[in-house]
């Protein structure tokens, strides 16, 4: 007879299967599609699942030879990589202040912060453009550094502050009558702890800044600057 634990581990694999090839079957269509032919795409009666003709390596090259996709993934990742430590170096003492401050008026800063996230970028790009063109940083990837954290750091102020409020302060009193600064406790106490939260704003921002479309179409026009949102389409 299959043990308690062989029956516990089956009934996992059962209930997640599902849910694993449900998530995966976007990733398997989108990689059998790149190795098709045009023909192949085109023609509505083949199986959008598997080849009807041979694959090909042909829009492989025309992506990497053809077209600036590597240039336009390498100023992405760049920019994200430069959002996400401006958004970290601000947040995570932003939200440990609110975190720390009792009473109302943390909690009101708190939400007063997220609801600034909130505003839609179509209401802001307009007298964005100017502060830009004032700085004279139009069609750079500086500017798109500027302003992707303006949208990044309220929403990941607001979410460290939430996971800062569930470490207990007993910790951090605790370092302290240990000899730890203040900056010590937060460093080797609070920081090691709230580790998923940072995590979480790290994908949380890195994919903002991969995936925003209305700032980069604004402020890039050079085609070698573009990021991979505006130069794909």
């Given at each position: ?53 041979a694959p090909t390596l042909r829009h492989y090259d025309f992506l ?170």
């Amino acid at each position: 007879m299959p043990s308690r634990r062989t029956k516990s581990t089956l009934a996992t694999y059962l209930v997640v299967g599902p849910f694993a090839l449900a998530l995966a079957f976007p990733f398997y269509v989108m990689l059998i599609t790149s190795f098709m032919r045009q023909r192949d795409l085109q023609d509505a009666l083949n199986s959008p699942l598997w080849w009807n003709d041979a694959p090909t390596l042909r829009h492989y090259d025309f992506l990497l030879t053809e077209t600036q996709y590597v240039r336009w993934l390498v100023n992405t990742s760049v920019v994200g990589l430069v959002v996400v430590l401006i958004t970290l170096a601000v947040a995570v003492p932003a939200g440990y202040a609110l975190a720390r401050l009792s009473g109302r008026v943390g909690q009101t800063l708190g939400v007063g912060i997220f609801l600034t996230y909130l505003v839609p970028p179509t209401l802001l790009f307009l007298p964005l453009s100017r502060v830009i063109a004032e700085l004279r940083l139009t069609d750079s990837l500086a500017s798109l550094m500027l302003v992707y954290p303006s949208f990044t750091i309220p929403f990941a102020t607001w979410l460290l502050m939430g996971f800062f409020k569930t470490i207990p302060g007993e910790l951090e009193d605790a370092a302290l009558v240990d000899g730890a600064s203040r900056i010590g406790a937060i460093w080797r106490i609070i920081l090691p702890v709230s580790l998923p939260g940072i995590l979480t704003v790290v994908i949380f921002t890195f994919s903002l800044a991969f995936s925003e479309f209305v700032y980069a179409l604004t402020f890039i026009s050079s085609s070698s600057n573009k990021t991979i949102s505006i130069g794909v389409p």
